[in-house]
């Protein structure tokens, strides 16, 4: 995979009922059934940055990441850095956004006809940033900022999600960021009004 455009997202609705080691066995199912269709096959060494972050060590040009909640798993696969994020509504907690976002962030989740759900399209994108960075949640996210979460692209990237019925692909609008997210693009889409789907990925490097 030589081409530093490339990205596929690739989403999965599992069963609700799916505890954190189900869900983790079936990201890493999705993970591999992307892998051979791009034609990596087992077997081959999947490992893990110092903070998690995985990584095939014998396709250094292949970029991968993974994320889940109880309802979906979700793989992606590009030719730089990247970081995806998946989260279903969930409560919304005051003391964690005062933590997060940046004034003008909070203002916007506080004035939204639902916090809670603007509060995860602000949290899943700098989550994805996060992952992208390989850094762990000690980064402090105050430092990125997405203002009012306009897009700067309507139909910018597609997540392909496995339905029983067929694959379904959804756009996905590009964000920009500001502060020391410049240096990355960022999709995001909302699936069905249940879950929240972002991505970061690295900006080519001008030579």
């Known amino acids: 995979m030589s081409d530093h455009n490339y990205l596929r997202l690739v ?31 087992p077997p081959y060494s999947l ?8 990584f095939l060590a014998q396709y250094p040009a292949v970029h991968i990441n993974l994320s889940h909640c109880n309802k979906a798993v979700l793989c992606g696969v590009g030719g730089v850095p990247l970081g995806v994020d998946v989260e279903g509504q969930r409560p919304f907690r005051e003391r964690v956004m005062q933590r997060v976002l940046t004034a003008e962030e909070q203002q916007a989740v506080l004035q939204a006809e639902q916090p809670a759900w603007q509060f995860l399209r602000f949290w899943t994108l700098k989550e994805s940033f996060v992952k992208a960075l390989g850094i762990g949640i000690s980064y402090p996210m105050r430092q ?15 997540c392909e999600v496995q339905e029983k019925q067929g694959v379904v692909c959804v756009p996905m609008a590009e964000y920009a960021a ?3 997210g410049t240096a990355y693009r960022f999709f995001q889409c909302v699936i069905a009004e249940e879950l929240v789907v972002s991505a970061c990925v690295q900006k080519e490097q001008k030579k």
């Not at 609705?13 to 034609?39: F, K, M, T, W, Y």
């Not at 490992?47 to 995985?54: F, I, L, N």
């Open 144 to 158: 990125i900022s997405f203002s009012q979460l306009q897009p700067v692209q309507q139909e910018a990237a597609v």
């Open 11 to 41: 989403l999965q609705r599992i069963p609700a009922e799916s505890n954190a080691s189900e869900q983790h066995r079936l990201a890493h199912q999705l993970l591999e059934q992307v892998l051979e269709e791009q034609g990596i096959f």
């Open 178 to 180: 500001t502060g020391e």
């Open 47 to 54: 490992q893990k940055g110092e903070h998690g972050k995985p």
